[in-house]
């Protein structure tokens, strides 16, 4: 594709640069990969994303080779970095200085490339704290705010098993504390129809699951258009309104994602 001709790259100065990090395992990142570079596209997300950067190797992986052809045919740098491989021994003395150690590196490959603010959309390894205080970076985290940690399999096992009425996901800034920065706006739904058409409680929580899969890449494109176009601006860390006031009750997507699903499905 021709450079001057291809719609995933901008020439306005000002406009937002994003770095994309993905482990890219399966369906769900590159739904949210593919949904983002629809909505470049199709106007929705005046943005460019700079870099995809993969923490695997591609290891014959279909999504993976998926997104990483989608992206170098839209000229988008790709960044194999692997994780599973890098320093094993010092990962089993001491986790924290890996991580440390894995970011240094890290930081040293993305810095080759423009980027305003990065989101985290499917990937499966922690920042470690100086990534977090040095770039501004959202995290697609799926749970509802303040509630559950770690990954979508332990999370939803645990909604489905506490009997929780809802469920969903969160937009948070990254900070050095786990899953618990900011938040910039969540997702949520209602779980009780899923309960009666699927008593059997592996059953639901692949059907949690397929219908949380619906909704988070609305959720995540539509936290990036808020920041895109100014509704919020995030600085040292917290995040502030278009007036520059902190933001108070962070804002709930989900009847703007009912639409959008619905729409989808018919």
Not at 1 to 30: C, E, H, Q, Y
Not at 220 to 248: C, P, W
């Amino acid at each position: 594709m021709r450079r001057d001709s291809n719609p995933f790259l901008k020439k306005d100065v000002n406009m937002k640069r994003i770095g994309w990090f993905t482990t890219a395992r399966g369906p769900g990142s590159f739904n949210l990969f593919k949904t983002m570079m629809d909505s470049i596209k199709d106007g929705t997300i005046d943005a460019e994303i700079s870099f995809v950067f993969i923490n695997r190797e591609v290891k014959g992986n279909r999504f993976r080779m998926k997104l990483i052809s989608m992206a170098e045919e839209a000229d988008i740098p790709v960044i194999l970095l692997p994780s599973d491989n890098f320093e094993p021994e010092l990962k089993e003395k001491d986790l924290p200085a890996w991580r440390a150690a894995y970011g240094k590196v890290m930081r040293e490959q993305i810095s080759k490339y423009p980027m305003d603010f990065g989101a985290l959309a499917g990937y499966m390894l922690i920042l470690d704290p100086e990534t977090c205080r040095k770039y501004t970076i959202i995290n697609l985290h799926p749970a509802l705010p303040d509630t559950y940690k770690g990954t979508w399999e332990e999370i939803v096992a645990k909604v489905v098993e506490n009997g929780d009425e809802r469920y969903g996901a969160t937009i948070h800034l990254c900070t050095p504390e786990l899953d618990r920065g900011e938040t910039l706006c969540y997702d949520s739904f209602l779980l009780n129809q899923i309960r009666v058409d699927h008593p059997e409680k592996d059953d639901q929580i692949k059907q949690v699951r397929a219908e949380e899969l619906k909704r988070e890449a609305h959720l995540l494109i539509g936290a990036i258009k808020m920041i895109v176009d100014g509704e919020i601006a995030i600085k040292d860390g917290k995040a502030y309104d278009s007036y520059g006031n902190t933001i108070g009750q962070n804002p709930c997507l989900a009847e703007r994602i009912d639409r959008l699903v619905h729409h989808v499905r018919t």
